[in-house]
């Protein structure tokens, strides 16, 4: 599985951004895809995920700012972020959980490169 991340950027503070992770490969479930980031010095941490009925799962600190969705006929999974603050700064990943035969491991992490977010003040 292959994920390219990308719409990232610089946005004041109340704007917007709509992240894409492109996904290619086999194996895979749009459904399984989520969306992380990391500060700079801090652990990466999830923001968003899919729920087993397809809804969407957030961290408490983007409920109501962000959306996650998918486009299947595209394979592509979004981050719509709204009402951005400067503690949205992070490089934002976006992470597949799908099968790896090569190493015979069913539940195995694959992530994109990351694209920044940048939130001005």
């Known amino acids: 599985v292959q994920l390219q991340a990308s719409g990232g950027g610089l946005v004041q503070a109340g704007g917007s951004l709509r992240l894409s992770c492109v996904a290619s490969g086999s194996s895979f479930n749009l459904n399984n895809i989520g969306w992380y980031r990391q500060a700079p010095g801090k652990q990466r941490r999830v923001v968003a995920t899919?729920?087993?009925?397809?809804?969407?799962s957030y961290a408490d600190s983007v409920k109501g700012r962000f959306t996650i969705s998918r486009d299947n006929a595209k394979n592509t999974v979004y981050l719509q972020m709204n009402s951005l603050k400067p503690e949205d700064t992070s490089v934002y990943y976006c992470?597949?959980?799908?099968?790896?035969?090569?190493?015979?491991?069913?539940?195995?992490?694959?992530w994109g490169q990351g694209t920044q977010v940048t939130v001005s003040s």
């Open positions: 899919f729920g087993r009925d397809g809804s969407g």
């Open positions: 992470k597949a959980r799908a099968p790896n035969l090569s190493l015979g491991v069913w539940d195995y992490d694959y």
